[in-house]
């Protein structure tokens, strides 16, 4: 008796553990399916504590029944522990092989992602060795294939100074006048408005939003590698934050839009690993820039 309760107990302190390390795995079917397999057999287990061990009186055995009556149970519920242990022994297996996958996908994300800095990094020093005049191109005329293009500060030095010293000091009134701007269409203020967010306040809990804005100001003006630029920069300053998919998202269409298929596979790539369960309304979109990079 004191053996089987023995075997309770390790089973008992087994159970929790793995379901920890299963909770901590991606929200697979395969995920989920083991944790429901581990819930059941803890109830099973909570149950057979629940006996004590046998059909009443003291969990060490000080039972007021005959002995026939703990002959009779006595077999099947060493048959019970001995099931429960091996049920435990192959969840175990099945958490380490869920482990496995889990850092093998991992590895996958950051690869994906490095290469996706790597085009970024690229991308910016071409942006900032190309600061002259474009060759064939006219000023303001939209960029062309090989031309150097304008850099992610030129928008902001080139608005007018009145703008400027009209924008709001305190970051929420800012933020909400350069939402209010792009409500309007007047991209080139709400551009600006966020970036002085961005750039002066940029411990402000507004500056998250501010930076996404000024992505998004940048795609709605057509200057889409600068954009790619802005929506890198959103997502590197909050990985897991609320415009985290969608600034993947911007990435790619902008770099599709650029030319850079390549990359904006690996970002969408990126985006399905890390966000397998995107926002409402987005996986049409992802499809969409996805088709248009000839992603296969």
């Known amino acids: 008796m004191r053996q089987k309760l023995f075997?309770?107990?390790?089973?008992?302190?087994?159970?929790?553990?793995?379901?920890?390390?299963?909770?901590?795995?991606?929200?697979?079917?395969?995920?989920?399916?083991?944790q429901n397999e581990i819930d059941?057999?803890?109830?099973?287990?909570?149950?057979?504590?629940?006996?004590?061990g046998g059909n009443g009186g003291s969990s060490l055995g000080g039972s007021s029944s005959p002995a026939p009556s703990s002959s009779g149970g006595s077999a099947p519920d060493q048959g019970v522990v001995a099931s429960l242990v091996t049920?435990?022994?192959?969840?175990?297996?099945?958490?380490?092989?869920?482990?496995?996958?889990?850092?093998?996908?991992?590895?996958?994300?950051n690869t994906q992602h490095d290469a996706s800095e790597k085009e970024i990094g690229d991308l910016k020093f071409q942006m900032g060795g190309g600061s002259g005049a474009a060759p064939g191109g006219a000023p303001g005329a939209a960029p062309q294939?090989?031309?150097?293009?304008?850099?992610?500060?030129?928008?902001?030095?080139?608005?007018?100074?009145?703008?400027?010293?009209?924008?709001?000091t305190d970051a929420h009134a800012a933020l909400k006048a350069a939402l209010a701007a792009y409500a309007q269409h007047d991209y080139a203020t709400?551009?600006?408005?966020?970036?002085?967010?961005?750039?002066?306040?940029?411990?402000?809990?507004?500056?998250?939003?501010?930076q996404y804005l000024v992505a998004q100001s940048l795609t709605a003006q057509g200057k889409s590698q600068d954009a790619a630029i802005a929506y890198d920069s959103?997502?590197?300053?909050?990985r897991s934050g609320t415009f985290a998919p969608q600034s993947l998202l911007g990435l790619a269409s902008s770099l599709s839009a650029i030319g850079q298929n390549e990359a904006a596979c690996d970002t969408i790539s990126s985006l399905n690993s890390q966000f397998p369960t995107p926002p409402a309304g987005m996986q049409p979109r992802i499809d969409a820039v996805s088709k248009k990079a000839h992603c296969q």
Do not use: C, W
């Open 40 to 52: 059941q057999l803890q109830s099973q287990l909570q149950q057979l504590q629940a006996n004590g």
């Open 145 to 168: 294939a090989g031309a150097a293009p304008q850099s992610l500060a030129a928008p902001a030095q080139s608005a007018p100074a009145t703008r400027a010293s009209a924008a709001p």
């Open 190 to 210: 709400a551009q600006s408005l966020a970036q002085g967010i961005v750039t002066h306040n940029k411990q402000a809990a507004e500056a998250y939003r501010a």
């Open 87 to 109: 049920q435990v022994q192959q969840l175990q297996s099945q958490v380490q092989d869920l482990s496995g996958k889990v850092d093998e996908l991992q590895n996958q994300v």
């Open 234 to 238: 959103t997502y590197n300053m909050n």
């Open 7 to 34: 075997v309770i107990a390790t089973v008992a302190a087994l159970l929790p553990l793995a379901q920890a390390r299963a909770q901590s795995m991606i929200q697979s079917q395969e995920g989920i399916a083991l």
